[in-house]
């Protein structure tokens, strides 16, 4: 069976275009995404920067499976996927605008607030029940809005109603973005082609071992007849004339 072929590949080898493409286009808006969740300021990210460069090597890597899936979706439902399992030492924030909050509270802000993902979509990605993500926002907007202190709404009210205060919240996420690091994509692309190569080679080992499966069963079939009565074990009783 022929090959499916990484779109992202150019004709040279070792040259992406159209994933380089993708990353220069999103990797502000998903490098500020990382920020956020790891509540780091955004001069100083490394572990933002990391995780980043890990979704966008996955996107890569299984960028023959994509179809018509949007890529900057699957970076950055990868990139919360792998917070969301990071080691506890690698959630605390520091310094950041969401460090008061808990990591399953900035997944949830970030998400619904800053990435704008439908409350079903989000409970799915997290694995919570959609009441559970609407009952952490509200406590995450509260937690946020008591930090900044009260701001008025649209008109001069005050940010009574939900929905201003959500509003507040989403002009406090929507800061400039950190400077993405030079030769991001480059590192991401290099990455993701050696993790293709291993899914590659892992795949054709799992066939070559269900192959030799299949024969060492068709060898013990042939020789056992499991589909053949067996002998009767005792002897039959001997009767005289």
Known sequence: MAERRNPWSGRRTGHAPDF????????????????????????????ARALL???????????????????????????AV??????PRHRAGRGGVLARLTRQERLVVVLRLYEGVAEEQAAAL????????????????????????????????????????????RRLLETPHPPVPAGLAARAAERGARLARRRR???????????LAAVAFLVWASTARPWETPPAETTPVFEEW
């Open 20 to 47: 380089e493409a993708f990353v220069a286009g999103a990797a502000g808006r998903l490098l500020h995404t990382a920020t956020l969740l790891t509540a780091e300021p955004p001069d100083h990210n490394p572990r």
């Open 53 to 79: 460069t890990a979704a966008l090597a996955h996107t890569y890597a299984v960028g023959d499976r994509l179809r018509d899936e949007d890529p900057y979706e699957r970076a950055r439902r990868d990139l």
């Open 82 to 87: 792998r917070f969301a399992r990071g080691t």
């Open 126 to 169: 997290l694995g919570l029940s959609e009441a559970r993500v609407r009952a952490v926002c509200a406590r995450s907007v509260a937690v946020l809005r008591e930090a900044a202190g009260p701001a008025p709404a649209p008109g001069g009210r005050r940010a009574n109603r939900p929905e201003d205060r959500e509003a507040a919240v």
């Open 201 to 211: 080679t892992a795949g054709r080992l799992l066939g070559t071992l269900g192959a």
